[in-house]
């Protein structure tokens, strides 16, 4: 059974640094796509980094040179490595795994960036 398990949400004042940490277990992790999804209150689940399994990534225009996401493929586990955050940047995060076995997503963890 595939599980995602998030970790590293928490509150830091503008201009701060987190690292969101997603274990993966289960999963054939290095063919995979990852991914990191956030949804902040009231909005939708919007796409924020995405790295294939050749390490091609692309981000969202408005976290495009703040936020870095890797993979450590030894160890099943992607990472966001967040910078600059700003209170826009408020929200669950969530991390995906998708295709093999299928389309996998964790529980989720909170950010929270106060002014």
């Known amino acids: 059974q595939v599980r995602l398990v998030e970790s590293g949400g928490g509150v830091v004042q503008a201009g701060g640094s987190l690292r969101l940490s997603c274990a993966v277990f289960?999963?054939?992790?290095?063919?995979?796509?990852v991914a990191w999804y956030r949804q902040a209150p009231g909005k939708g689940r919007e796409s924020v980094a995405i790295?294939?399994?050749?390490?091609?990534?692309t981000y969202a225009g408005s976290v495009k040179g703040r936020f870095t996401i890797s993979r450590d493929n030894a160890n099943d586990t992607v990472y966001l490595q967040m910078n600059s955050l700003k209170p826009e940047d408020t929200a669950v995060y969530y991390c995906?795994?998708?295709?093999?076995?299928?389309?996998?997503w964790g529980q989720g963890t909170q950010v929270t960036v106060s002014s």
């Open positions: 790295m294939s399994s050749g390490g091609y990534t």
């Open positions: 995906r795994l998708w295709p093999s076995p299928g389309d996998y």
């Open positions: 289960g999963s054939r992790f290095s063919i995979n796509t």
